[in-house]
């Protein structure tokens, strides 16, 4: 069981490593003794055990990376229906380099099309929009390990109403990875911006990603991820979203393997009266434990939420989400709706689910479900009346309960390789 | 009018049961140490399991802290400045109702539950509690001839040793919690109740507590024990005098149902819930929780949460026996600055037990109302099946409506499904009610009570009426 | 809301011809935007009046504000109701008194028994007529009883409030209603749509029942075919929150004719009221 005595020491050899990879003397950094570690006592992390972060070994740790496999880039590019050629960039391809720069395939400084403007480094403050969207909360653990490794951060600007398509990948291939990007978005009003991430992990490596924006009024960031890791990396996501009155912030996450993945989404709508939509999906066989904890809050009248996180658990695996909707009393007309639904596949598996509501006003719509179960007999009976095997059956149902949240990703996001393992939902365990 | 000036919660309800009896009592010195567990065992002439018991868990609440996870702000409690034995005097041993002082039998009278023999309630039985302790017992003679047990705690001590011995925190460990963990050490009376093998009790059993003390805390300890077969439905009410101090209530039940059983637990709670800035009311720290220890038993609970200043309650279920069932059923409405943090525990155990949650939580005023429920199904609970739903309604700008249900399961063939949602009184509802005739304050508790029908339709008959006028008492005036 | 005092109309006898309803140059809005702009009506004892007109055009406005709804404030003009100022009542004491809306969109009331409602709704009309308040039993024979009007199964009375109730079944229950308060002014507001043809023959017999030479009935609807079942004395046209044209049944069907259109282009400013 992993808690603060037994990762203290940890903590305080991973702080002086990344003290001296900074330059500064390990005074000059924040000490263990001011970290506030998570323990298994308090409420947010009673499911989620950290040992899988614990077990990597601080003195080995590196930022090296690897060529991620980007799919043909002729899927990719969208073409003049017309004359089949490509049309002008407005898709930036961006990949992580071993110094934690965002490079292109071809390892060239990106070009930036218009729209796209890298802002200053004197500008981007980490944890500028984190502050605002958390003002009296600690910042996560993702974001907290994020701060304190040294790693260029990489700022932009986005303006214009024509949807600018911003890729990023990782790729991590040798063990002991210790991966902190930084990203900050500025959505100037009327912006739009799809963002995709695709991180792949398949050594004991850990990738904690921080993503701060501010969205502008009426600008739009669609954001999709999709996060695939070995069993023994972790992933410790973070985000921290500002929003303005409408804007509209649409966010996927797919999320499967990994031994521990938490992520933990922060909304704020500053003043209300935007729209928010949270899909997520996470599918953990094996040990995987894949935490989710989100919360939305609502400063301003007429919101508008709509969250559906769906979780798969199978072998020994188990799956936590927490979702809390904070509607105070400025946020009348505030509507919003929260789903969780969960599929139980084995015996050793485990899922815990939290739904949360924190109303302060009376002329709202709040509501939320939670279902866990496993595929339904009728179902299952249904597709077996029709000639396929119960297996087969089985990995259909499987497969069209994620489709559920697929559907929801751009298709160039479908085209990774590590997607389709997904899709090929394996055999189970036979009887 | 809009829906923030229609529903201006300017409440100025009366509390009826505000009074305060005067009568001598007696009383040990504030403060807690080993020597008051000591001294209450003794006065008690309790036998040496009791007092092992009750000095086994006032070590173990030493060593424990005082909860703070719910939604509750409150000051702290002085532990020491609380007196743990009151008792009205009496000249002996009461051996029938004349013996109990008349002033006692009219505070009950006033309080709407006639205990003298000529003016008793149809068909309930009453156990008359204050100040956590039993003064009186009706019906206990007929109870008798069909095996029926029902008298206060102390009685069973000295009557049915054995019972106690063998059930007393067998549900409710003494380390459960640290309300618990108090009880166990300090508890005064309370009732007990033990319906033999097959039996169906031929009335419905009832106790009434009424606090009526400013200083001393109050600590019942209520075990119900259902034989194979058994069945019977229980009634509890509570009211307190009005005081600018707050009293603490932390009292503890357990219900065992063996093979087949039933029980069924109502409560109806209307402590003083303080005035309309918050001031006074009862702190009401309540572990309760019901085993299903038999195949096929059955645990019901129904309440009715309309008093105290702080809530902090969840009545739960164990579902250990194959295909037992567990059901909660609760309205809670806050007002004023009343705060109340209450749901359920369902654990699943036994393959094929079900459970069902039904909740309805109002708060208007200043109030903060949170559902909080657990239902958690084992990997041994194969079949398992749990519904719950969560309905909160919100009068005014001001209220707070919380829902945390926590959901967890590691049984794949089990099926688990969670609604909650909110919801104000519209005002196209309330135009609607208007434009046949009915006034304003009418149309808002005929919206609230229809709100909670499918809790009241649980309640016995007699008592779903009661609860229905106690809501729309407490919710006068409600309407600007 | 101001509170009033409830007071009980001495309902002396009413004889066909007095003014029940009288509504003079009524400006009303809702939010920012003026619905009604100079609404002026006058309806008496004995008279049934179709009230038609396209969408957005007021009718359903002047329905509410007849009926106190507070979502509309009245910026000018007067209601007066059996020559009394009708605005300065609650609508409860409206209804009390004999002004009964249906309504276009009953409104769903979960876990309120209908029977109950029913009974609550009743007796506060009867207490207002100075009638006694009816028990349980007895409002339960006199409601089965007026059930039959509407043809409406007995069952509908266990249910919830409109809860679940089909379109039909909730202009029924409306009629039911309208039938157990026994109002002197109904305003029915497009009870006719979305009814089958049976339904709304049910619906239209109900309210020629209702309909006495002491009481006064306006229909608000869109089509010709409810006004077939009922013929109106008269028929009032609006648009833009006015009444544009008053005539005779005639009127009515040279609208299902010839469309709203030719009442624009017609002139109707100076449409003598009957």
């Known amino acids: 069981m992993s808690n603060a005595t037994q990762s203290r020491p940890w903590l305080e050899a991973l702080l002086q490593v990344l003290a001296q990879r900074a330059g500064h003397s390990a005074t000059q950094w924040p000490s263990a003794r001011d970290w506030c570690w998570p323990t298994r006592r308090s409420e947010t992390w009673r499911f989620t055990d950290l040992r899988c972060l614990t077990q990597l070994d601080p003195v080995r740790l590196h930022t090296r990376t690897a060529s991620p496999r980007w799919p043909d880039a002729s899927i990719l590019l969208p073409s003049d229906p017309v004359s089949g050629k490509q049309l002008p960039a407005r898709h930036v391809f961006l990949q992580l380099d071993g110094r934690g720069h965002w490079l292109s395939p071809q390892g060239e400084l990106p070009t930036w099309p218009r729209g796209l403007v890298p802002l200053p480094t004197e500008e981007i403050i980490p944890g500028q929009v984190a502050q605002t969207v958390i003002p009296s909360g600690t910042l996560p653990l993702g974001a907290q390990l994020n701060g304190v490794t040294p790693s260029p951060a990489l700022g932009l600007q986005v303006s214009g109403p024509d949807p600018i398509h911003l890729e990023l990948a990782i790729q991590v291939e040798q063990a002991q990875a210790w991966l902190a990007p930084h990203l900050l978005l500025v959505l100037q009003p009327g912006a739009h911006l799809c963002l995709s991430w695709h991180v ?34 972790t992933f410790l996501g973070s985000s921290f979203m500002d929003q303005s009155p409408r804007s509209i912030y649409r966010r996927t996450t797919v999320t499967w393997g990994w031994g521990l993945s938490r992520d933990e989404p922060f909304v704020r709508q500053s003043q209300g009266q935007a729209e928010t939509c949270l899909h997520g999906l996470a599918v953990a066989r094996g040990q995987s434990l894949l935490d989710t904890h989100s919360t939305v809050t609502f400063d301003g009248p007429g919101g508008h939420l709509r969250q559906r996180h769906q979780a798969l658990a199978d072998d020994r695996g188990h799956s936590v989400f927490n979702g809390r909707v904070v509607v105070p009393q400025v946020a009348q007309q505030t509507d919003a709706s929260q789903l969780s639904r969960n599929l139980l596949l084995s015996t050793s598996a485990r899922i815990d689910t939290k739904p949360q509501l924190e109303i302060v006003a009376d002329n709202v719509q709040c509501n939320h479900g939670a279902t866990i179960s496993c595929l339904q007999d009728d179902e299952l009976f249904y597709l077996q009346s029709r000639g396929i095997g119960r297996d087969q059956a089985s990995r259909l149902l499987q497969r069209g309960f994620c489709e559920e949240i697929l559907q929801q990703l751009p298709k160039t996001a479908l085209a990774w390789p590590s997607l389709q393992r997904l899709l090929e939902i394996p055999v189970p365990d036979q009887p | 009018m809009s829906s923030a000036t229609t529903v201006e919660v300017l409440n100025k309800t009366p509390y009826r049961y505000g009074f305060v009896t005067n009568i001598e009592t007696e009383k040990i010195a504030k403060g807690l140490d080993e020597s008051v567990v000591r001294l209450i065992s003794s006065k008690k002439q309790e036998p040496d399991f009791l007092r092992q018991f009750r000095l086994k868990a006032y070590a173990q609440w030493q060593a424990m802290e005082e909860p703070n996870w719910a939604a509750l702000k409150y000051r702290s409690i002085d ?88 059930y007393l925190g067998s549900v409710v ?81 357990e219900l065992v149902a063996l093979d087949d059983a ?86 699943h155990i036994g393959p094929g037990s079900r459970s069902t949650i039904i909740s309805k939580g109002i708060s208007s005023g200043h109030s903060v109302n949170s559902y909080r429920g657990l239902v958690n199904i084992s990997p041994q609970a194969r079949g398992a099946r749990n519904f719950s739903q969560c309905d909160s309604m919100l009068i005014g700008d001001q209220a707070a409506a919380n829902t945390h249900p926590y959901i967890q399961s590691r049984q794949p063939e089990a099926t688990i499904e969670h609604e909650a949602s909110t919801c104000n009184i519209s005002e196209n509802q309330l135009f609607y009610l208007q434009s046949r005739g009915i006034g304003p304050e009418a149309a808002v508790s005929m919206l609230v009570s229809g709100f909670c029908r499918d809790v009241f339709n649980q309640l016995p008959m007699e008592f779903a009426a009661e609860a229905d006028k106690l809501l729309a008492l407490k919710l006068e005036g409600s309407v600007g | ?125 009867r207490q207002n007529r100075g009638q006694e308040e009816l028990d349980t039993f007895t409002f339960e024979d006199h409601v089965r009883e007026t059930m039959a009007i509407v043809q409406m199964d007995p069952a509908f009375l266990e249910r919830s409030v409109n809860e679940g109730f089909s379109g039909g079944e909730k202009k029924r229950n409306e009629i039911l209603q309208m039938a157990l308060l026994e109002p002197l002014v109904a305003i029915l507001d497009e009870t006719d749509s979305g009814l089958d043809i049976d339904a709304l023959r049910i619906v239209a017999n109900g309210v020629k029942k209702l309909a006495l030479p002491t009481t006064a009935t306006l229909l608000i609807t869109h089509y010709q075919r409810l006004l077939d079942a009922i013929i109106p004395d008269f028929v009032h046209v609006m648009a833009e929150g006015r009444i544009l044209r008053t005539g005779g049944k005639d009127l009515a069907m040279a609208l299902e004719q010839r469309g709203y259109d030719w009442i624009d282009e017609t002139d109707g400013s100076d449409t003598p009221q009957p």
Not at chain 1, 204 to 224: C, F, I, K, N, S
Not at chain 2, 144 to 157: D, I, L, P, Q, Y
Not at chain 3, 3 to 12: A, G, K, L, N
Not at chain 3, 27 to 54: D, F, K, P, T
């Open chain 2, 79 to 166: 532990y020491q400045d609380i007196v743990y034995y009151s008792a009205p005097l009496r000249k002996e041993q009461k051996g029938s109702l004349d013996e109990v002082d008349p002033a006692l039998l009219e505070t009950f009278d006033k309080l709407g539950i006639p205990l003298s023999e000529q003016k008793r309630l149809g068909n309930v039985a009453v156990d008359a509690v204050f100040d956590s302790v039993s003064i009186a017992t009706t019906y206990k003679q007929k109870l008798a001839e069909h095996g029926v047990v029902f008298c206060s705690m102390g009685e069973a001590v000295k009557d049915h040793p054995e019972l106690v011995e063998r």
């Open chain 2, 262 to 347: 039933s029980i069924k637990y109502s409560t109806v709670q209307n402590w003083y819930a303080g005035d309309e800035n918050g001031k006074g009311g009862i702190y009401n720290f309540v572990t309760k929780r019901g085993l299903c220890k038999g195949q096929r038993s059955r645990i019901s609970w129904t309440q009715v949460e309309t008093g105290s200043a702080i809530t902090w309650k969840y009545p739960g279920c164990v579902l250990r026996g194959r295909d037992s069932v567990g059901e909660f059923y609760s309205v809670a409405l806050t007002n004023h600055h009343q705060q109340a943090d209450t749901g359920t525990k369902m654990v």
């Open chain 2, 173 to 253: 460990p003494i380390a459960d919690n640290f309300f618990a963990a108090l009880n166990s050490a300090v508890f005064s009376d309370g009732s007990f109740v033990y319906i033999p093998k097959g039996v169906k009790c031929p009335m419905e059993l009832s106790t009434y507590f009424r606090i009526n003390s400013d200083d001393a805390g109050q600590f019942e300890r209520t075990l119900i024990i259902a034989e194979e077969g058994a069945s019977v439905s229980y009634l509890e009410g509570c009211t307190a005098p009005m005081f600018d101090t707050n009293q603490l209530h932390a009292a503890v039940v």
């Open chain 3, 1 to 125: 809301m101001t509170s009033t005092e409830i007071t009980p109309f001495c309902e002396t006898p009413i004889q066909p011809g007095d003014v029940l309803l009288a509504v003079e140059n009524l400006h009303a809005c809702v939010e920012e935007n003026e619905i009604l702009q100079g609404v002026s009506l006058q309806i008496r004892a004995g008279e049934i009046h179709a009230l038609m007109g396209r969408n957005g055009s007021g009718k359903s406005t002047l329905s509410k504000v007849i009926a106190g709804h507070p979502a509309y404030t009245v910026t000018a003009g007067s209601i007066h109701y059996r020559g009394q100022d009708l605005l300065a009542l609650s609508p409860e004491d409206r209804a009390r008194s004999g002004v009964f809306l249906g309504f276009q969109y009953p409104v769903e009331i979960p876990g309120v028994s209908n029977l109950e409602f029913l009974r609550v709704s009743c007796n506060a009309r």
């Open chain 1, 200 to 233: 792949v992990a398949t050594a004991q490596a850990a990738v904690m990603p921080m993503v701060e924006a501010r969205l502008g009024l009426a600008a739009q960031l669609e954001e999709a991820t999709t996060a695939w890791g070995y069993p023994g990396a």
